[in-house]
């Protein structure tokens, strides 16, 4: 039991806090503004990740508007979506089976990736809502960065560069 820790109690601390939001349910901002000892306006990380392919794009829209309205500038939010070549051309992002799987599994739960955009498109969707995207990686980046040097190299059919991870700073 003690190896079943989740992420939130490893790093419980003063300052982290995980804050599970259901965006078919839930208001984003009377959940992170019921979040205990949250400060309004303060420097915040806000992490959002595997949830922008999910969801319109004007809904990834008004959830940033939200976050943006609630932390301080220089607030750094890191966020992954999906890159649109998963849904035009497969192969510039991965094995083309394994996107097809990714895809097939994610519409069978009932979940379909409905939203996608290019690095490009992505970063001045950013900018545009007052956002500058400070890097922009993807899983093979994370391998030749950081596994292949710990000698925990993935293989190529293992990995698929569909969702891309950015950090962003609030200007």
Known sequence: ?????????????????FIPVDFNVDSLDDKIKAAENFVPNQP?????????QYI???STSDTLKKI?????PGSILLVSYVDQNILDNPTLVG???SCQSLLNLSASVGEPWISAWS?????????D??????????????????MIPLGREMKAEQITSAERYDTAKLL
């Open 1 to 17: 039991a003690k190896h079943c820790q989740t992420v939130a109690e490893k790093l419980k601390n003063s300052f982290v806090r």
């Open 68 to 72: 943006q309205s609630l932390v301080g």
């Open 129 to 146: 809502l007052g956002y500058e995207v400070m890097s922009d990686t993807t899983t093979k980046d994370y391998n030749e960065s950081l």
């Open 44 to 52: 915040s990380i806000v992490l959002l990740e595997g949830v922008t």
């Open 56 to 58: 319109p794009k004007s």
């Open 119 to 127: 690095p490009e498109e992505f970063a001045q969707f950013m900018k």
């Open 95 to 97: 094995p083309a089976k």
